[in-house]
């Protein structure tokens, strides 16, 4: 097997933190990370627990599997722009059409986000329940393609360049 990546750890911890991963799924991607030959006695004990248990009993354990790692716990706001580059990566890819991308995040704010970020939330936020119904089919279509396009020139991750420049490093960022 290759070297392992600590990234891979951090992301399961970044996916919890934006409320991608629920706190009854950690047990199973600390095994899926057990499985692909992470090796840690906290890991082991994380993977070896119940969907059932609490997140009191399952957070301090997540946090010690990254202090083993040697990786930082992430915050709400790291945690908040991981998702929202994760879902504008869907949206590129097909996966996710931006009204429903808009739908994820219309409750946030843009504290803590950059630039390209609030200003691609901005966009997603013109279409709200009680807004949406106003745009002409010609608008909607247009504002579809905004989205898309405000999407694919987000960097997949903090810290990284755009198109045509060599890459910047981000510590503790998954792919870094």
Request: net charge negative.
């Amino acid at each position: 097997m290759g070297v392992l990546e600590p990234e891979r750890v951090r992301l399961v911890a970044l996916r919890y933190c934006a409320g991608e991963l629920s706190t009854g799924e950690l047990p199973m991607a600390a095994a899926e990370l057990v499985a692909d030959g992470f090796e840690s006695a906290v890991l082991y004990d994380l993977a070896g627990r119940g969907r059932r248990e609490s997140a009191s009993e399952l957070e301090p354990l997540l946090r010690e599997v990254l202090d083993e790692f040697g990786l930082a716990y992430p915050g709400p706001v790291d945690g908040k722009r991981w998702l929202l580059r994760e879902l504008a990566a869907r949206v590129v890819a097909g996966g996710r059409t931006p009204v429903e991308f808009a739908e994820a995040v219309s409750c946030w704010d843009s504290e803590g986000l950059d630039q390209d970020e609030s200003a691609l939330l901005g966009l997603l936020a013109v279409h709200c329940d009680c807004c949406a119904g106003y745009l002409t089919a010609q608008q909607f279509r247009g504002w579809e393609a905004d989205v898309r396009s405000a999407a694919a020139s987000l960097p997949r991750r903090p810290g990284a360049s755009r198109q045509g420049e060599g890459p910047r490093r981000q510590a503790n960022w998954p792919g870094t």
